[in-house]
């Protein structure tokens, strides 16, 4: 763990300046990787309350911003302007002239009713990238919806999926899943969009919607269903096509889950039960077989983790070269010395909090890594500089449009 805060001068990105108007979580995350990997990322916010997300979540101190926001709005600039107002529409258009990209994730036809569409922007700045994250897309007779992740979890197929057979389905991990997902589709299509105008000159929208970024996760079950119209329903811990591939509790009352995901790893995983007569050919060698016997090969391998501790199973696991690990607490992965070798987790001493630990930028790039500058910044912090830099405002100026709740 590291609190160097280092400079990000030979960044991928840093060329690269982005106006993120958006709330809450999807597309800002898209302009928090851009900001990792050093693009300048302003974070316009609603002059006096700034984003929701700075409530959202467990708060540093009472009446603070919350460590969502210190991890979530990190190396951002924060800059203060009502996009409802005129004043603040031609404001935001001066921005618009000297930047490469625009995050939003406001329901469909928002930007238009402000007079801020793609179609206004993109004649004031023909190479400009619009990302535009809504619950279920740009078009379509949903596209009015409101949407949350935990409702695009559920309109992707997946919280179906999620609990034991036969029970209420359970909330699939984290409720903010497909936000994250979303962020990173989105900076997918933004690095494509910008080779796209390297070619061009020409910028263009990219459209995520929330449900489809997690609907693209869910592996065979689209081109199965139109095939056999086979529906996938709850399995607890279990998964198709694979057996065993699930949670087994150990003696020690810890959980640990098993990857058996082909017949050679079930073939070694045997061999460490001293088994080896279970993956004969004319016994579960193949998969098939298995799946056939679901229920008793699943309790072959949890009678032989009830007889060990967690840590035990685990070694010899991965002395015989099948994939094991125990369900991880956040306790456990704080102390994990893997984590701390991989540089997982990065200390940073916030000016206003003292030591913050967040979770280290991803991808990880061997030549021009990320850089952690600052955390998510105070409502405001740059607003007179960037408007003094980039549109030539004056002091008197800014202090007419602060009295003027424009920013």
């Not at 106006?19 to 609603?46: H, N, Q, R, S, W």
């Not at 009015?144 to 979890?153: N, T, V």
């Not at 693209?216 to 279990?238: H, K």
């Not at 391998?301 to 690990?325: K, M, N, T």
Request: proline share 6%; net charge negative.
């Amino acid at each position: 763990m590291s609190s160097d805060k280092g400079t990000n001068d030979n960044a991928p990105l840093n060329k690269i300046r982005v106006l993120d108007i958006a709330t809450f979580i999807a597309a800002p995350f898209c302009g928090v990787i851009l900001a990792d990997f050093g693009a300048e990322v302003l974070k316009i916010e609603k002059p006096g309350e700034g984003d929701p997300l700075r409530q959202f979540g467990t708060p540093v101190e009472p009446d603070q911003d919350t460590f969502v926001w210190l991890t979530e709005a990190r190396n951002k600039k924060s800059v203060t302007l009502d996009l409802r107002t005129a004043k603040g529409v031609e404001l935001f258009k001066g921005l618009v002239k000297q930047s490469d990209i625009v995050l939003e994730n406001f329901r469909p036809g928002t930007l238009e009713k402000w007079g801020i569409g793609f179609d206004v922007l993109s004649e004031i700045n023909p190479r400009l990238i619009m990302l535009r994250v809504s619950g279920y897309g740009q078009d379509g007779p949903y596209s009015s919806r409101p949407g949350f992740a935990r409702a695009a979890h559920a309109f992707a197929g997946l919280s179906y999926l999620c609990g034991e057979p036969g029970q209420m389905p359970v909330m699939p991990g984290s409720t903010s899943l497909a936000d994250y997902v979303s962020g990173m589709w989105g900076t997918i299509g933004i690095m494509m969009a910008l080779e796209a105008r390297r070619k061009t000159g020409k910028g263009q929208v990219v459209d995520i919607a929330l449900y489809e970024s997690v609907f693209r996760l869910m592996d065979e079950m689209l081109p199965v269903y139109q095939r056999t119209g086979f529906i996938r329903e709850r399995m607890g811990a279990d998964t198709v096509n694979a057996v065993p591939h699930s949670h087994y509790q150990t003696r020690d009352g810890k959980y640990v889950a098993l990857a058996c995901s082909s017949d050679k790893i079930f073939e070694r995983m045997c061999h460490i039960m001293g088994c080896p007569e279970n993956a004969m050919p004319n016994t579960y060698r193949k998969v098939s077989a298995r799946e056939e016997n679901r229920g008793l090969i699943n309790k072959i391998v949890q009678d032989w983790f009830i007889e060990l501790d967690a840590s035990d199973a685990i070694s010899r696991c991965q002395q015989g070269g099948v994939p094991c690990s125990v369900l991880y607490s956040i306790e456990d992965i704080y102390n994990d010395p893997h984590y701390q070798a991989r540089g997982n987790f990065q200390i940073f001493n916030d000016p206003r909090f003292n030591e913050v630990t967040v979770t280290s930028a991803l991808p990880r790039l061997s030549d021009t890594p990320a850089v952690l500058q600052n955390l998510g910044p105070a409502l405001g912090d740059a607003t007179d500089s960037v408007y003094k830099s980039l549109l030539n405002l004056t002091d008197q100026d800014i202090q007419s449009l602060k009295e003027e709740r424009v920013i």
